[in-house]
């Protein structure tokens, strides 16, 4: 095998040679197939940003419709700050503003000047007003308010025909349309550009109607972008490589001279130039209507042609193909002593103490150590199905993009999780332990992953301990803060609500119902609730004793619990049953083995309560019966207090009238004597 290892850079040596001569040729008979697919890329990216820039355009006039939806009336400084805030010539270099034309009728152009006019608009004045038409669409916003965009406010765009078809086309069909090429109204230099606008239909109530005729009587104007098209491709590939091909643009499917838009010839992308090795012309639509671009390539592309690069691709075949030879050469020297070190991982990796498992870069299981085997109570044979990639359980529990990344190169230490064997590693008896992975890739020479280490270890007896040592101080906390707020609450009912507060977000509750019992009717009355509905509150505000479920612990001074309740055909469980609950929980309220009353509590999201659960909730109750115990006492001492305030009040009134009886005939006696 080794000598076989030895001959192994030389036969590289000749086979990248005999390939690179195959290379260069088959490299000069399809230079023009690449040099064309190369320009037909390059016409597709640059069609696709300009297509991609447009859509953005409209995007962003759809939803400056949408302020208008919002609010029905917008002013002129709301407008001015919503577009603003949009920042168009720093995040959308191209376009020329974002504008509002309003429908008016001929006798409502005075009230839109007056307006105006109250808006800061002193100069404003609707032009052209003449002929005079039904209804006119002057531009009353455009922002942002530069020079040019200052001379088109006022000017009906219904005036002119190509704005007027794009505009109706618009209102018709509800959606963005693009007109044909104009010279815009903010044309003020001696140098003017070919130009286009988007309008986007704004009817009332921020809604589209169903019918032509309701959309042209609901109109309530149009939110429109004007675009200098040169302009307007620059800013398409200001922050991007500019095309290396030329293109012309014509806002119609007829490539003539007056409905080009836009040539890079002579303009920011190219100078002039006279042929070009490849043509081609595209179609695009945009928002209804189709524009025709003639692209052709450009010096550079013509002058970089893939056939010129064929000598020089000879060249570096050859001084590739000999640096493989000495590249390939170490490599097989360094291989030997990687199969040393290798026997040697071997070996260690056996007598670990650790859970080990070597996979594929497929993610196959190769060999694990019999740790591992202990570990997960499996063989390897066993597990032979097994592939990493497919396990459901490490996408659930969010491992799946440690494990991708470890197999990608990087180390990885897992965080721990939950994992139950027995759903992947059949017959497995294992169900389910707590494990802290790490996962690391072993690499080859030239740095191609070949396998990939992973190491298991069980931490489920400190994870198990550390879940109740939180849980119970978590309860302990919970008792304490309850016992706590016993002597703060007067009222009964805001004990309980506060209690169940804090005990629903620790255990999930969704209700609680608690009767007190009525010693005049020897029946339960609903004193206080949560979950339930003022309707349904009413329909069982009264229990019978030995009736219901509240009934029954009443009666039997016991707890009642039930799990699964939507699956029970009991018909005491019919009432919780309807409110959907899954499992249930009745306790009796006592005081010295007097009942007091009883308290209910109910989830959904669940079909039972554990035994830590049941035992809070009968501490709850416990402390619960206890307030309630309290408050009686209270109402007691109260009443006893009243009862002496009365009789010592009724004494001192004959003792008042004893002494004025008796000092009357001692009077007269006295007067007698003397």
């Not at 493989?324 to 199969?339: D, H, N, Q």
Request: net charge positive.
């Amino acid at each position: 095998m080794q000598l076989r290892r030895t001959w192994l850079p030389y036969i590289t040596l000749v086979a990248t040679l005999v390939f690179t001569l195959l290379s260069s040729y088959n490299a000069a008979t399809t230079a023009k197939a690449k040099d064309e697919l190369r320009f037909n890329s390059e016409v597709e990216r640059a069609q696709e940003d300009i297509k991609n820039r447009l859509d953005t355009y409209i995007t962003l006039l759809r939803g400056t419709s949408g302020l208008f939806a919002a609010s029905y009336e917008v002013r002129q400084p709301e407008f001015h700050a919503y577009v603003q805030r949009l920042q168009l010539q720093k995040r959308y270099p191209g376009i020329q503003g974002i504008g509002f034309s309003i429908r008016t009728r001929p006798e409502e152009i005075a009230q839109l000047i007056e307006r105006m006019k109250k808006e800061g608009k002193q100069n404003f004045t609707l032009r052209p007003q003449l002929p005079i038409r039904n209804e006119y669409y002057p531009i009353i916003y455009l922002e942002p308010s530069s020079k040019r965009n200052q001379a088109a406010i006022g000017y009906d765009m219904f005036s002119e025909a190509r704005r007027r078809l794009a505009m109706e086309r618009a209102r018709d069909n509800g959606v963005p349309a693009v007109s044909g090429k104009v010279i815009l109204v903010q044309e003020i230099d001696k140098h003017k550009q070919a130009g286009f606008l988007i309008y986007v239909p704004v009817y009332r109530n921020g809604t589209i109607p169903d019918t032509v005729f309701e959309r042209r009587k609901e109109l309530l104007g149009f939110v429109y972008g004007p675009f200098r098209a040169d302009d307007l491709i620059k800013g398409i590939f200001i922050k991007s490589n500019k095309p290396t091909v030329n293109f012309e643009i014509y806002d119609t499917a007829v490539t003539s001279a007056r409905n080009l838009l836009h040539s890079s010839q002579g303009s920011n992308f190219g100078k002039a130039y006279q042929g070009g090795y490849f043509t081609k012309a595209k179609n695009l639509d945009i928002a209804g209507r189709t524009w025709s671009i003639v692209f052709t390539s450009s010096p550079e592309m013509d002058t970089n042609l893939e056939i010129r690069q064929v000598p020089y691709f000879l060249v570096g075949g050859v001084l590739l193909s000999l640096l493989l030879f000495f590249i390939t050469r170490s490599l097989v020297r360094a291989r030997l002593e990687a199969e040393k070190s290798e026997t040697r991982f071997r070996t260690l990796m056996e007598q670990s103490p650790l859970s080990t498992a070597i996979f594929s870069p497929q993610g196959k299981f190769i060999r694990v150590n019999q740790a591992w085997e202990e570990l997960w109570g499996v063989k390897l044979k066993d597990a032979e199905h097994y592939n990493v990639f497919h396990d459901k359980q490490l996408r659930e529990k969010g491992v799946m993009n440690y494990v991708k990344s470890a197999f990608a190169g990087k180390p990885q230490k897992i965080p721990p999780v939950l994992y139950d064997a027995g759903k992947n590693l059949e017959p497995s008896r294992i169900i389910q332990k707590w494990i802290q992975a790490y996962i690391y890739p072993l690499k080859d020479e030239i740095g191609n992953i070949r396998e990939v280490v992973v190491i298991h270890e069980d931490i489920t007896q400190s994870k198990l301990a550390a879940e109740a040592l939180t849980q119970s101080n978590e309860k302990l906390a919970l008792l304490y803060s309850m016992s706590s707020s016993l002597l703060l609450y007067r009222e009964p009912k805001e004990y309980i609500s506060g209690i169940f507060r804090q005990l629903a977000h620790h255990l999930e509750l969704e209700i609680y119902i608690n009767y007190l019992l009525d010693k005049e009717s020897k029946r339960l009355k609903l004193h206080c609730y949560s979950g339930l509905n003022e309707n349904f509150a009413k329909q069982i505000k009264w229990q019978e004793i030995g009736e219901k479920i509240s009934g029954i612990v009443a009666q039997k001074k016991e707890s009642v619990v039930i799990d699964n309740v939507q699956q029970s055909s009991d018909e005491k469980v019919q009432m919780i049953r309807s409110l959907g609950i899954n499992a249930y929980a009745c306790y009796p309220l006592l005081s010295n083995d007097e009942l007091i009353g009883t308290l209910c509590f109910g989830i959904r999201n669940r079909p039972h309560f554990n035994a830590n659960e049941l035992a809070l909730m009968q501490v709850v109750c416990d402390l619960v019966a206890t307030a309630l115990e309290r408050e009686n006492l209270l109402n007691k001492l109260q009443h006893q207090t009243e009862e002496l305030t009365q009789a010592n009040r009724q004494k001192d009134e004959f003792l008042a009238t004893l002494s004025h009886e008796l000092r009357t005939p001692l009077n007269s006696l006295l007067v007698c004597i003397y």
